[in-house]
Structure formats: C-alpha cells, structure tokens
C-alpha cells in the first residue's frame, strides 16, 4: 500500500506552469508523477481569481500542518 505524501513546493511550481502551457490535468499528473485526481483537487482548492497559486497553496498546507500530542511539529514527507 502507498504511503500518502503531500505535494511539494517544486511540483505545485511544476502544476501552475503545466497548466499555462495548457497542458490536461491528466497530461500534468503524469509530468509530476501523481494521480490525475490529486490535480484536479489540488487545482479546486487553490485557485482564486488570479489562478492558481503554488505558493499560497503551500503556505496554506504548512499552516494546516498538525502538531503530535508530545508537542513537535512534524510536517509530512516532502514539505520543506
């Protein structure tokens, strides 16, 4: 079974770019090397007015980040 990792920083980079070149959600989820469907939802969730935003979208995902009952902040794999 996968383990589940959140996108990083580089490759929302690498979903908006995509994306300006017009590119398919499926062609793009093969570029970065996930799922068509986490695209899709990742594009739902963070796009305003001006499109999506990679790096409000991280910052969104760390401040969302939860900390373990011993009080550390452990942020998931591949979030810098």
């Not at 995902?61 to 452990?74: I, S």
């Amino acid at each position: 079974m996968r383990s589940y990792t959140h996108l990083t920083l580089e490759q929302r980079y690498q979903i908006q770019a995509l994306m300006n070149m017009e590119h398919s959600p499926r062609e793009i989820a093969r570029v970065v090397g996930v799922h068509p469907s986490t695209i899709s939802r990742e594009v739902r969730r963070n796009q305003g007015q001006r499109g999506y935003r990679p790096k409000q979208a991280h910052r969104f995902t760390l401040h969302h980040a939860v900390p373990k009952r011993d009080g550390v902040l452990r942020l998931p794999r591949g979030i810098a």
